[in-house]
């Protein structure tokens, strides 16, 4: 008897259909490609890039949150908040926090800050770790203490200076000159770096070392354990492994919650119908 007739009774006929077809679709959906787009990328210069954050035109959307979208420029990692543009120089993800300048300190002549920085509607909140530095424009006294010129913004009439509030406002006379200005404008330094010698430095190099913000969002780190990728995607968190995204880590074993098939016990039910099937016909045959 010939295998193909063997084989390829109708009934049989079907479920081979069935399964090679579901087998098909299994593979297009699970060869882990969103786990491949996922893989940290960097810009250059800066650090390595990886959920929440990702790289537009680089990596997928799918592989971060939308507010933690990056754009490369010039090699640098820049984000963009509260109207301005940051550049990112560090993000520590085992505590889910990031270093990062106004991009202005590089970009401006004179990189001083136009205005205080806003963090709402962002998923990202100060750090304890940063000190007050005030910009004072404006004034109309020139104060006798120790401050940080900041000449760029001074025209004839007016004077211009920065400060640590907490250090200065122990000296008296600064409070007349103070006064004498608009409304300062906060810049958060993460001054724990490099203490000892703020003193010896000017306004922009103080600003260049940056501030630290901690960010909200799901731990990737038990997803990342089980040697996923974490991502975003239909609003959902998910964890893409090599075989496909799971919903939390990749060992979960679960195929993802949403899909409508489940096509994992799909294939392996239909394998197993394949199975019964051809055993039926094998016994059949040789009962024939
Ligand atoms: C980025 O990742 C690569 C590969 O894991 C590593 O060799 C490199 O040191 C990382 N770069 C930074 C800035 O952490
Ligand atoms: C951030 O701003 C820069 C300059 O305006 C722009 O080129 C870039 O596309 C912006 N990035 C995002 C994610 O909006
Ligand atoms: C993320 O989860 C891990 C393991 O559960 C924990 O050690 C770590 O502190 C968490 N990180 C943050 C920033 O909550
Ligand atoms: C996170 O860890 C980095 C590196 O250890 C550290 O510099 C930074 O201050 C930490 N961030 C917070 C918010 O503690
Ligand atoms: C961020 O830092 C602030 C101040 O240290 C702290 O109160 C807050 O809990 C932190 N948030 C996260 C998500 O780590
Ligand atoms: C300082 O005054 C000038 C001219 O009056 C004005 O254009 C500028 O916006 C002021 N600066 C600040 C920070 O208020
Ligand atoms: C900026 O923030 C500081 C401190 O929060 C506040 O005193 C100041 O009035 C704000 N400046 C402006 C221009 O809103
Ligand atoms: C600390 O300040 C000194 C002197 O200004 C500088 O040489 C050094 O690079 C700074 N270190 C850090 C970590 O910023
Ligand atoms: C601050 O110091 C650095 C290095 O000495 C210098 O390049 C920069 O022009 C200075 N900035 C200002 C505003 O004086």
């Given amino acids: 008897m010939n295998l193909q007739s063997f084989m390829c009774g109708a009934h049989c006929r079907q479920s081979v259909l069935v399964f090679v077809f579901t087998n098909l679709v299994y593979q297009a959906l699970s060869d882990g490609t969103q786990y491949e787009a996922c893989v ?6 800066g650090p390595n890039i990886s959920y929440p954050f990702w790289i537009s035109g680089v990596q997928e959307s ?22 301005s543009e940051f550049i990112i120089k560090d993000i520590f993800y085992a505590n889910h926090s990031f270093l990062l300048v106004n991009a202005l300190v590089y970009q401006d002549s004179c990189g001083a800050p136009p205005r205080n920085i806003s963090l709402e509607r962002t998923p990202f909140n100060l750090c304890s770790a940063n000190a007050d530095f005030f910009f004072y424009y404006n004034c109309t006294s020139k104060p006798t203490g120790f401050t940080y010129p900041v000449d760029c913004a001074n025209d004839y009439t007016h004077n ?5 509030p907490d250090k200065a406002f122990q000296e008296m006379d600064l409070y007349s000159a103070i006064s004498s200005c608009d409304s300062p404008v906060s810049v958060p330094v993460d001054v724990n770096a490099n203490i000892t010698s703020l003193a010896s430095m000017n306004y922009t190099e103080i600003l260049e070392m940056g501030f630290l913000l901690n960010w909200t969002a799901i731990n990737c780190s038990n997803c990342e354990g089980s040697e996923g990728r974490c991502g975003f995607e239909n609003n959902k968190f ?3 492994c090599q075989d496909g995204p799971h919903s939390q880590t990749c060992n979960d074993g679960k ?34």
């Fill in 238 to 240: 998910v964890c893409f």
């Fill in 160 to 164: 211009s200076f920065a400060l640590f």
């Fill in 40 to 45: 940290p990328r960097n810009c250059g210069y």
């Fill in 255 to 288: 195929c993802i919650a949403e899909s409508i098939l489940c096509l994992r016990f799909l294939t392996e039910a239909s394998y197993l119908l394949f199975c019964m099937i051809f055993h039926l016909y094998v016994r059949r045959d040789s009962v024939d």
């Fill in 62 to 83: 799918y592989c971060g949150y939308p507010n933690f979208e990056i754009t490369c420029i010039e090699m640098y990692p820049f984000l963009n908040f509260s109207d």
